[in-house]
């Protein structure tokens, strides 16, 4: 586990940086989304500087040891910082060019402030900011664009967009988790250029999906991700081509939206029930290379997700197993947004659910009665109906009617002389 972070040491080393590199006669600024946060009024994540100062400068000035030389072909090199202040990407201005890969420069020279601007993506990424001097340096028209909450392309966005395809979904991620509006002129680009998200990594998209699913405004994210044809390409599974498939679409989005602080899984299986099959989202969890844990998770739900409807009502050996599961809250939390979202005044068996789960681990989830062992030992060859038989003791165990182990091995005792009956008589 890497240590934890704390704002108030990662701010202080990041103007001890920009201090250092001014000093060494150098300029240095802040860059990118931690001058975009702080405009915001949030705190910043992590840190970037943006120096003239060239990487072996860069080391020269904060020593070898401290340093680490990971992306100097690109101009960057990071810097480590005391405990709990974190690490700091120092990056020499520079300009990129040609984007052979759709996602890195095949080769970047070193340039001015300005030049390192225009390269990036979003005008509320290409501002700089100097601690020392208290001062913005806008070259992009960024901090106009964070007052309008306006997210644009710098320059051309059909270039922007040539050079990382990902950048594409960024500006819907952006939107989602900052709750903005996207440029039209950026907005048309994607739209035309929309295909090209599959020349990116799965893994670089799951991140971003990652993201949106569970933003602040992951339901107007999600609308324009559709709106700009990324359902299409990404999720054509998900896609609501009928009127009855639209009004799923527009209940999902609602459950979505009143879901409190939901994780990736349980915002994905949101949006995926009744759209998609269980036994049909496993291999696009796999496609968009999620863990198997992930995937597990997010099939589970959906599979269960009307299991603890009217709860109470239903035989407890159907319940207590959903109970026991470690996702049992996330079903919960998902179950209930959608009785609240469909209209569902009764939501009895939720309380209910709740109830048992302040139950004794050894009442909520007893040992069992019989074991294979067991079995083996009354006679029974090895097979299939080992599961079978156990699996209905069971059900019986939890629903009170084999109240012991010695009443679990008559059941069967009886079980298997009526089995033997049945043979005798074919």
């Not at 990662?10 to 103007?15: C, E, M």
């Not at 202040?85 to 340039?111: K, N």
């Not at 309008?148 to 989602?176: C, H, N, S, T, W």
């Not at 109830?355 to 069992?368: F, G, I, S």
Request: aromatic share 8%; proline share 7%.
């Amino acid at each position: 586990m890497p240590p934890e972070l704390d704002p108030k040491k990662q701010r202080q080393f990041a103007v001890w940086v920009v201090r250092q590199l001014r000093d060494a006669g150098f300029i240095a600024y802040w860059a990118g989304g931690c001058v975009r946060d702080q405009l915001l009024g949030r705190t910043p994540k992590d840190y970037d500087v943006a120096t003239n100062a060239l990487p072996d400068q860069v080391r020269q000035i904060f020593g070898h040891r401290r340093t680490f030389a990971v992306g100097a072909a690109f101009g960057v090199i990071t810097v480590n910082g005391p405990k709990g202040a974190g690490q700091i990407e120092v990056a020499t201005f520079r300009s990129d060019l040609g984007y052979s890969d759709g996602r890195h420069p095949d080769r970047v020279v070193f340039s001015s402030p300005r030049e390192d601007a225009l390269r990036r993506d979003f005008t509320i990424n290409g501002l700089f900011y100097d601690p020392i001097e208290d001062r913005v340096i806008d070259y992009v028209g960024g901090v106009d664009d964070i007052r309008q909450r306006i997210i644009r392309a710098i320059g051309d966005p059909y270039q922007r967009f040539a050079e990382d395809k990902l950048r594409m979904l960024r500006a819907v991620r952006f939107v989602a988790e900052l709750q903005f509006a996207l440029d039209p002129h950026t907005a048309a680009a994607i739209r035309n250029l929309v295909h090209q998200i599959r020349e990116v990594s799965q893994e670089r998209i799951l991140m971003e999906l990652e993201r949106l699913f569970v933003a602040p405004g992951r339901v107007e994210g999600l609308r324009l991700f559709r709106e700009l044809g990324f359902l299409d390409v990404l999720l054509p599974e998900f896609k609501p081509d009928t009127q009855e498939r639209e009004s799923v679409w527009e209940l999902n989005l609602r459950i979505l939206g009143a879901l409190p602080d939901p994780d990736f899984p349980v915002a994905f299986a949101a949006v995926a029930r009744k759209l998609v099959e269980p036994g049909e989202l496993s291999p696009i969890c796999k496609r968009l290379r999620m863990s198997n844990q992930v995937t597990d998770k997010i099939v589970w739900l959906v599979e269960h997700e009307e299991a603890l409807d009217r709860a109470h009502l239903r035989p407890w050996s159907e319940v207590q197993s959903l109970l026991i599961s470690p996702w049992i809250h996330d079903l919960l939390k998902l179950a209930e947004t959608r009785a609240i979202q469909e209209g569902t005044h009764d939501l009895t068996g939720f309380e209910w659910c709740r109830e048992r789960l302040q139950w004794p681990p050894e009442k909520l989830n007893p040992p069992v009665l019989l074991k294979g062992d067991d079995l083996h030992a009354l006679g029974l060859p090895p097979g299939p109906i080992y599961r079978e038989i156990l699996q209905e003791v069971r059900r019986a165990q939890l629903d009170g009617l084999l109240p012991s182990r010695e009443a679990a091995i008559e059941w069967v005792q009886r079980k298997l002389k009526s089995m033997d009956g049945v043979g005798e008589r074919t």
